[in-house]
């Protein structure tokens, strides 16, 4: 095992430590998560993740692209 020494805004550090321990993990399991993802993941999202309703005209356009994609 190492340490990692970070430097956060105060009361970031506030809220993810309020809301671990509301969890009741630690916040050391929350960061140690995140980097774990990042290496598996090779990739990093800033920001809320959009979540988007598929309807079925944008269902259509996807089965067309993935049709062309495939051949």
């Known amino acids: 095992m190492t340490t990692l ?10 809220k993810a430590f309020y809301q671990a ?9 929350v960061l140690k998560s995140a980097l774990k993802n990042f290496i598996e993941a090779k990739s990093f999202t800033v920001g809320k993740a ?3 309703a598929v ?3 944008i269902q ?3 089965d067309k692209i993935g049709k062309l994609l495939s051949r």
């Open 50 to 52: 959009e979540t988007i």
């Open 5 to 14: 020494t970070i430097r956060i805004d105060e009361t970031l550090k506030k």
């Open 60 to 62: 259509k356009k996807m």
């Open 55 to 57: 309807t079925p005209a």
């Open 21 to 29: 321990e509301k969890m009741g993990i630690p916040l050391t399991l």
